[in-house]
Nanobody
Framework: QVQVVESGGGLVQVGGSLRLSCAAS????????MGWFRQAPGKEREFVAY????????DYSDSVKGRFTISRDNAKNTVYLQMNSLKPEDTAVYYC???????????????WGQGTAVTVSS
């Protein structure tokens, strides 16, 4: 079983950067693909990025491609989301999740954190 805790959210101006972290517990962390999702007020949860268990493969939503970078350090049981060139539409609660494979579909993921809020002000 894997438990995850997100951190690093906050308030940032348009064009700024933030790095989110997702600390996972459990010896099986390295076996899981990890994903980031986000949910803005009044909207459905949407896929942001995922990374394979080895870190060799990543995928991004079109809305963040070229601006966000997902990475992982299995030795530290941590996944990161580097967010650059932030826009007001990136404002949301960001969730980290672990699952048996990477996917754009959130039901694939078994383990979820409580989320960390990101607000981008114009």
């Amino acid at each position: 079983q894997v438990q995850v805790v997100e951190s690093g959210g906050g308030l940032v101006q348009v064009g700024g950067s933030l790095r989110l972290s997702c600390a996972a517990s459990g010896r099986t962390f390295s076996r899981y693909a990890m994903g980031w999702f986000r949910q803005a007020p009044g909207k459905e949860r949407e896929f942001v990025a995922y990374i394979s268990w080895s870190g060799d493969y990543t995928d991004y939503s079109d809305s963040v491609k070229g601006r966000f970078t997902i990475s992982r350090d299995n030795a530290k049981n941590t996944v990161y989301l580097q967010m650059n060139s932030l826009k007001p539409e990136d404002t949301a609660v960001y969730y980290c999740a672990g699952g048996p494979r990477g996917s754009h579909s959130y039901p694939v993921y078994d383990y979820w954190g409580q989320g960390t809020a990101v607000t981008v002000s114009s």
